[in-house]
């Protein structure tokens, strides 16, 4: 089975199955559809093209989660990151259902997820 290409059908997935609305703000964290980054307060830019892995995703996740409530961050920036993470990647249909880690393809899920915004 060709699991990156199980991935990106299983983004297209009947809103029965409860996928966040597409959005491209979560609180301080905005999403921009041209480029695929999404950035935190405009001053932490986050290249998503490079987070095809569980791991990467998990490191970005513990990397802000280490900065919050400090400086520039505050007590919500992970909270609202995974937020971000569950709109754009769905990671539990396209990244790692029933805890099974899945080779994914970080553009072709941004790329779905920007049609899902001109859907909205």
């Known amino acids: 089975m060709d699991l990156e290409k199980t991935a990106y059908l299983s983004n297209n997935l009947p809103d029965c199955f409860d996928r966040p609305k597409a959005n491209t703000n979560w609180g301080d964290w905005s999403y921009d559809k041209k480029n695929y980054y999404l950035t935190y307060k405009k001053f ?33 920036c ?9 709109s754009i990647f769905y990671p539990q249909a396209n990244c790692c259902s029933g805890g099974e880690n899945k080779k994914f393809n970080a553009k072709k899920i941004c790329q779905e997820y920007n049609k899902k915004l001109q859907e909205a």
Request: net charge negative; proline share 2%.
């Open 44 to 76: 932490y830019p986050v290249n998503l093209l490079n987070y095809n892995t569980n791991a990467k995703i998990m490191d970005l996740i513990f990397q802000v989660n280490g900065k919050k409530g400090s400086g520039k961050w505050d007590d919500f």
């Open 78 to 86: 992970v909270d609202e990151l995974i937020d971000a993470i569950d």
